[in-house]
């Protein structure tokens, strides 16, 4: 592979093998620069009485789209360690341009110089190599030969480009400088890595492979009680599918909090066309909030096999029957402390919702700052809020709880608050 000299290493290249096609000609001395054409007119003072030139100029770097995906992904999951080491694969486009004062004069230097890419659609390792060896000594020139343009694994081809009138004159208009007659083409493929270790795994010594008959486990969805969402703490959830039979543990992985809570299905077992469950009581280790559920199998050879739903399951929070929820006035405004179950964790979003019962009032307001893992909630409404009956909702991460009633009374007794 070449290294980050390598675009200069290929424009260097092509510059020389132009230069030799051009002093070969009938047409003299020839210059031939590789700046932009904006600084071919300044520098070389392009006008009615300036000598024949030629100039290359590398306008566009683009990714390769042969090479790009060609290889595995370049780091592990932790972002840091180096499983291979891809390289970047880039196609170079280019811009030959003839500048001459006499009649037909450019259209000469420009016919020479495509017949000399026509001519020569692949770069020869060894025409590179023997170009850059004449580059006379200097620490740039030093780190162009080293570059590895002659080693990579695929060698530079060079083919015309197709560039209509708008995308020419677009073009020239960038550069700021005077229209030339001027010929597209791409070098491709050049091939840039770094010296990179990389991690290699350890052979594979032998193969257990077991295959077993049978119909591979199926999850159809969830089905939460009263066909509900969210489910609450205690809640019965059953899991609907095929080839159930033989799970012997459920996951619920909660992708906010990075934690995975796994537990037996206790409540009647597993059955062949469900699982039923009930949400554990766990408050300190089962957060609330939108969850991902996998049944894990386990056959009689020990192979364990996870099955993933395509149906979150939302565990709702809920205000906790004990101690009853407070209500203080709070610097003009209403301080309300409840307590949750389960326990909410830093980074995860709460929110009560107090909807009045005699006007139909609806106010949100955001848990107030909390850094550990708490199950004791503040939150602070302003103005303050006035006297009278309201039903209170907990949100969790966009999950939303049912409403916080107590269905031994008529009407239904829920949250009262105290100005």
Same mark, same amino acid.
């Given at each position: 592979?070449?290294?980050?000299?390598?675009?200069?290493?290929?424009?260097?290249?092509?510059?020389?093998?132009?230069?030799?096609?051009?002093?070969?000609?009938?047409?003299?001395?020839?210059?031939?620069?590789?700046?932009?054409?904006?600084? *071919?007119?300044?520098?070389?003072?392009?006008?009615?009485?300036?000598?024949?030139?030629?100039?290359?100029?590398?306008?566009?770097?683009?990714?390769?789209?042969?090479?790009?995906?060609?290889?595995?992904?370049?780091?592990?999951? %932790?972002?840091?360690?180096?499983?291979?080491?891809?390289?970047?694969?880039?196609?170079?486009?280019?811009?030959? +341009?003839?500048?001459?004062?006499?009649?037909?004069?450019?259209?000469?230097?420009?016919?020479?110089?495509?017949?000399?890419?026509?001519?020569?659609?692949?770069?020869?390792?060894?025409?590179? +190599?023997?170009?850059?060896?004449?580059?006379?000594?200097?620490?740039?020139?030093?780190?162009?030969?080293?570059?590895?343009?002659?080693?990579?694994?695929?060698?530079?081809?060079?083919?015309?480009?197709?560039?209509?009138?708008?995308?020419?004159?677009?073009?020239? $208009?960038?550069?700021?400088?005077?229209?030339?007659?001027?010929?597209?083409?791409?070098?491709?493929?050049?091939?840039?890595?770094?010296?990179?270790?990389?991690?290699?795994?350890?052979?594979?010594? $032998?193969?257990?492979?077991?295959?077993?008959?049978?119909?591979?486990?199926?999850?159809?969805?969830?089905?939460?009680?009263?066909?509900?969402?969210?489910?609450?703490?205690?809640?019965?959830?059953?899991?609907?599918?095929?080839?159930?039979?033989?799970?012997?543990?459920?996951?619920?992985?909660?992708?906010?909090?990075?934690?995975?809570?796994?537990?037996? =299905?206790?409540?009647?077992?597993?059955? %062949? $066309?469900?699982?039923?469950?009930?949400? =554990?009581?766990?408050?300190?280790?089962?957060?609330?909030?939108?969850?991902?559920?996998?049944?894990?199998?386990?056959?009689? @050879?020990?192979?364990?096999?996870?099955?993933?739903?395509? *149906?979150?399951?939302?565990?709702?929070?809920?205000?906790?029957?004990?101690?009853?929820? @407070?209500?203080?006035?709070?610097?003009?405004?209403?301080?309300?402390?409840?307590?949750?179950? =389960?326990?909410?964790?830093?980074?995860?979003n709460v929110y009560l919702i107090l909807s009045s019962q005699t006007n139909?009032?609806?106010? *949100?307001?955001?848990?107030?700052?909390? $850094?550990?893992?708490?199950?004791?909630?503040?939150?602070?409404? +302003?103005?303050?809020?006035?006297?009278?009956?309201?039903?209170?909702?907990?949100? *969790?991460?966009?999950?939303?709880?049912?409403?916080?009633?107590?269905?031994?009374?008529?009407?239904?007794?829920?949250?009262?608050?105290?100005?």
């Amino acid at each position: 592979m070449s290294s980050a000299l390598a675009l200069s290493a290929v424009t260097s290249v092509l510059q020389t093998s132009l230069g030799l096609v051009y002093n070969s000609s009938a047409l003299g001395t020839i210059t031939v620069s590789a700046i932009a054409p904006d600084l *071919v007119e300044s520098k070389y003072g392009i006008g009615p009485d300036s000598g024949p030139l030629v100039n290359l100029f590398l306008h566009q770097v683009t990714p390769n789209a042969a090479w790009r995906n060609i290889d595995f992904p370049s780091l592990a999951a %932790d972002g840091s360690t180096r499983l291979k080491n891809p390289p970047l694969a880039l196609d170079l486009h280019y811009l030959l +341009t003839a500048y001459a004062s006499d009649d037909t004069e450019a259209e000469a230097l420009l016919g020479y110089g495509i017949l000399m890419l026509h001519e020569n659609p692949i770069l020869p390792r060894a025409l590179i +190599t023997s170009i850059l060896g004449t580059l006379s000594s200097s620490t740039y020139n030093d780190a162009l030969k080293a570059a590895g343009l002659d080693a990579q694994i695929e060698m530079i081809k060079l083919s015309p480009a197709t560039l209509g009138r708008e995308e020419m004159a677009w073009l020239w $208009t960038a550069l700021k400088a005077d229209y030339r007659p001027t010929f597209p083409f791409q070098a491709s493929v050049v091939l840039m890595r770094n010296d990179n270790p990389a991690v290699f795994s350890l052979p594979v010594l $032998t193969r257990n492979i077991v295959v077993q008959p049978g119909v591979s486990a199926q999850l159809f969805g969830l089905q939460p009680p009263n066909d509900q969402s969210p489910t609450l703490v205690g809640d019965t959830v059953q899991v609907n599918g095929s080839a159930l039979s033989t799970a012997s543990q459920i996951s619920i992985a909660n992708p906010t909090t990075h934690v995975t809570y796994a537990f037996a =299905p206790a409540l009647g077992g597993a059955h %062949d $066309t469900s699982v039923s469950f009930q949400v =554990p009581e766990d408050p300190a280790n089962l957060p609330s909030g939108v969850c991902q559920l996998s049944l894990i199998f386990k056959n009689a @050879s020990g192979i364990v096999t996870q099955h993933t739903s395509n *149906v979150v399951l939302g565990i709702g929070l809920k205000v906790a029957a004990t101690p009853v929820p @407070s209500a203080a006035a709070s610097g003009g405004g209403t301080l309300i402390s409840l307590t949750c179950d =389960p326990q909410v964790r830093p980074g995860q979003n709460v929110y009560l919702i107090l909807s009045s019962q005699t006007n139909s009032n609806m106010q *949100v307001v955001a848990a107030q700052p909390f $850094t550990t893992q708490t199950a004791s909630l503040s939150f602070q409404f +302003t103005p303050a809020l006035t006297a009278d009956t309201y039903a209170a909702r907990l949100q *969790v991460d966009g999950v939303l709880a049912p409403v916080a009633s107590n269905w031994k009374f008529t009407p239904p007794a829920t949250l009262a608050v105290l100005p």
